[in-house]
């Protein structure tokens, strides 16, 4: 168990304080064991937080799977509630007896993949997942990093993503076809797995790489640091409110939703020239951003928005068209009772 455990910290430690690539309590990483048992971030916390002792979860991953390969939903909302209590018999026990914390609302896709598993939320893929010409972007990172890369439309984490990926395996097994090297998950980020950590991490910065070389990124992603200021929670980067000045954001401007942490972060928190001490991210008439709340929460939110201004900024300035996330999916996500419990452990 202590080595299993060793080995998702070893597996994460290059995502450490990269901000480009993991925001806030977002992404996540597994180990799985040859009994049959997997190791897992656990729901809501960072991977900076990670420990041998605390932000790990456990789970009989093979029961799991069997759920993943074998289920055949009719209502989503309902097989959602299913999946949680599936996940939920499944949490294992440490050797005092002692039950894991929540695992990642993630678990069925790490479950089902390789031995060692990464899904982040990378600016750089997510600049690709966000593009309404994704596809042919992607067969040309096909050509440059020569892994084989599965696209797959939006769906909500959760149920819905797992469920996807069993069946896009299932249906590679009967035809023949090996997995695939890397997950594109449109709107949303990207899953890397493999057999070693080398490669499961290797593949994840090949394909930013070429992504970079790609769209010709030669800006550098820019800081994430906050200063505390009038018990408010400033940005030291003059970034985030360049780009809010930039284009006159108002309280339509982050109705368009890129990716899911995107409003789990942001829904109802945004106030607008005043000071609205329920409401923890307050932008003013000079479009300066300030966060009312605890630092924890602040630079998850931070994070957050500054991924999602880069990502609309470059887009727009570099004329490449955006694809939205629909209505019906954002109230789906904001109603998600993992989603809430994330949040909630901000606080």
């Known amino acids: ?60 991953s093979t029961n799991i799977a069997k759920y993943f390969f074998s289920v055949e939903p009719l209502d989503k909302v309902e097989e959602e509630k299913t999946m949680l209590g599936v996940i ?61 890369i599965e696209i797959l439309p939006f769906v909500s984490p959760g149920f819905g993503l797992s469920f996807l990926i069993a069946k896009i395996l299932k249906q590679n097994a009967s035809s023949g076809i090996r997995r695939p090297d890397v997950f594109f998950l449109s709107n949303h980020g990207i899953i890397s797995h493999a057999q070693s950590i080398e490669l499961c991490q290797d593949q994840l910065f090949k394909i930013d790489l070429a992504i970079k070389d790609l769209l010709n990124i030669k800006i550098e992603y820019p800081s994430i640091e906050l200063k505390e200021e009038a018990l408010q929670w400033i940005p030291q980067s003059s970034f985030v409110n ?21 409003t789990v972060f942001f829904k109802d928190q945004i106030a607008y020239d005043s000071i609205e001490t329920n409401r923890k991210i307050h932008i003013s008439k000079q479009k300066q951003i300030s ?57």
Not at 294 to 302: L, M, P
């Open 242 to 262: 360049g780009v809010l000045s930039k284009y006159q954001c108002q309280s339509d401007f982050f109705n368009q939703v890129l990716f899911p942490d995107q």
């Open 1 to 60: 168990m202590q080595s299993t455990k060793q080995e998702l910290l070893e597996l994460t430690k290059l995502f450490l304080n990269r901000a480009d690539l993991i925001q806030g309590p977002g992404g996540n990483t597994s180990v799985k064991s040859e009994d049959g048992s997997m190791f897992i971030k656990a729901s809501g916390f960072r991977f900076d937080e990670m420990s041998l002792t605390k932000g790990i979860s456990a789970v009989n």
């Open 88 to 148: 939920a018999d499944n949490i294992l026990t440490d050797t005092d007896g002692n039950i894991f914390p929540k695992p990642s609302m993630e678990t069925g896709f790490h479950a089902i993949l390789e031995k060692y598993v990464i899904h982040t939320h990378s600016v750089w893929t997510n600049l690709i997942n966000c593009a309404q010409e994704k596809t042919s972007l992607i067969e040309k990172l096909k050509q440059k990093t020569g892994l084989q």
């Open 291 to 347: 966060y009312n709340c605890n630092s924890r929460e602040a630079g998850s939110i931070h994070e957050t928005m500054t991924a999602y201004l880069f990502i609309y900024d470059f887009m727009h300035s570099n004329n490449i068209p955006i694809e939205l996330i629909g209505d019906s999916e954002i109230d789906y996500i904001n109603n998600m009772e993992m989603e809430k419990y994330r949040k909630k452990i901000q606080n």
